[in-house]
């Protein structure tokens, strides 16, 4: 049974995000897999204070829920994770948690935990798309992370107007459901 973890990370309750990772979390239950799915806004995850803590032992010297967050990323065989777009970047919230894994490449001795797919979904109103997918391959292309990626995909959802655009909008929702069942295939 494949492990998948849904994370989203926009603040908006019922919003765009939810939307899109709703759909995710359907078709990942229609096929059995194990499905987790966090929310951004419920959690307590700091900046990265840039100490370089982890470079000895591989663990944040922060104590918040970002480690147990660590953890079921490591266990996961599948990530879809979405993202707002705010001021042309991955909001905040997404960016926090990658700057969380400086222990990735300042820790040598590291181990990332299963070969996973990625499928990121960004959603926003009116940001250029090829621009808003190269910030992710930007990221998830660095060596210490493009390590344990297998493959990722990047959909950005576009025309976001309204909190329900994304609901109200089957194309959107179908894409959503595609990218997921392409995480879901086996190598
Ligand atoms: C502070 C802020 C900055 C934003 N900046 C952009 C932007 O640069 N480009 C864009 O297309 N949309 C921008 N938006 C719109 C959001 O990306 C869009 O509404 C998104 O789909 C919200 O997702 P949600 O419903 O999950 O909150 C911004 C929204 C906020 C709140």
Redesign the pocket.
């Known amino acids: 049974m494949k492990k998948v973890l849904l994370m989203?990370t926009?603040?908006?309750k019922g919003?765009?995000?939810?939307?899109l990772i709703n759909a995710a979390a359907k078709v990942a239950k229609q096929v059995q897999a194990e499905v987790t799915t966090v929310h951004m806004r419920d959690l307590q995850v700091h900046f990265c204070q840039a100490c370089y803590g982890c470079a000895r032992t591989g663990v944040c010297v922060q104590n918040d829920d970002f480690r147990a967050l660590l953890k079921q990323a490591h266990k996961a065989d599948v990530i879809i994770a979405?993202a707002?777009?705010?001021?042309?970047?991955m909001?905040a919230q997404m960016m926090t948690l990658f700057n969380r894994l400086c222990c990735t490449f300042a820790c040598k001795t590291y181990e990332l935990g299963v070969p996973k797919r990625v499928g990121m979904m960004l959603?926003?109103?009116?940001?250029e798309e090829a621009e808003m997918k190269h910030q992710v391959d930007l990221i998830l292309t660095l060596p210490s992370l493009s390590r344990s990626i297998t493959a990722y995909q990047t959909e950005v959802?576009?025309g976001?107007?309204?909190?329900t655009?994304?609901q109200k909008t089957t194309a959107y929702l179908e894409r959503a459901e595609r990218l997921t069942r392409w995480t879901l295939e086996e190598e």
Request: proline letters at 7%; a negative charge.
């Open positions: 989203i926009s603040p908006t919003g765009n995000g939810d939307a979405e707002p777009i705010y001021y042309n970047c909001a959603t926003c109103t009116g940001s959802f576009t976001c107007q309204e909190a655009t994304c």
